[in-house]
């Protein structure tokens, strides 16, 4: 008979996953990861195969809950500018803002777990269908001009949103996110294509 664990699995993922998110696949290292999460390094590539597992597994559950974000915004009705602007000014720099564990992902292409890579690119691609499918909305509402090339500012969009993450670390001033915020929907709604 086995032993019973003595670790709860979704903690020891989340603890992983807060230092992976922070210091990034390479700067999470062993060591630390098993002070971390609290698991010997038996325990460790026992349950997850490793740090590659460990870290495949934490940042699925990151996508769960990032998926939920972007949904409660940008997959409702009415679809519309309207979630496209509720979805930005929920963004928001903590002083503590160490970036988007997504976009951090996608940055360490070259070190991070292959499928974890695939993992970043799909999110990516739904986020942009996401903002589609709103834009799509917006234009048939007559929100945004009948000529509106909505599959080129949904991409805007998106690389916007990943671009903002980005800024966020360089200066996590939720004021400035405003402005800037404003100014590229507005450039959005107003632009003649």
Not at 16 to 28: C, I, Q, T, V, Y
Not at 63 to 79: F, M, N, Q
Request: a positive charge; charged letters at 25%.
């Amino acid at each position: 008979m086995g032993r019973k664990k003595e670790y709860d699995r979704d903690d020891v993922l989340s603890r992983a996953m807060g230092l992976f998110w922070k210091a990034g696949f390479e700067g999470a290292h062993l060591s630390t990861l098993v002070d971390v999460t609290g698991l010997n390094r038996f325990s460790l590539y026992k349950e997850f195969g490793g740090k590659e597992g460990l870290f495949q597994e934490a940042f699925e559950l990151y996508l769960v809950g990032a998926r939920d974000a972007y949904a409660r915004y940008l997959e409702h009705e009415p679809y519309g500018f309207e979630n496209i602007r509720s979805y930005f000014s929920a963004v928001h720099f903590s002083p503590d803002y160490h970036g988007c564990f997504l976009i951090n992902t996608l940055a360490d292409k070259h070190v991070v777990p292959g499928k974890a890579f695939r993992m970043a690119k799909a999110f990516s691609k739904d986020a942009e269908r996401m903002f589609l499918k709103n834009l799509e909305a917006a234009k048939s509402s007559g929100e945004l001009p009948a000529d509106s090339p909505t599959k080129v500012l949904a991409k805007l969009l998106l690389s916007f949103d990943q671009g903002l993450a980005i800024y966020g670390i360089v200066r996590p001033n939720n004021t400035d996110k405003t402005q800037i915020v404003s100014l590229i929907l507005e450039f959005i709604t107003r632009r003649v294509f």
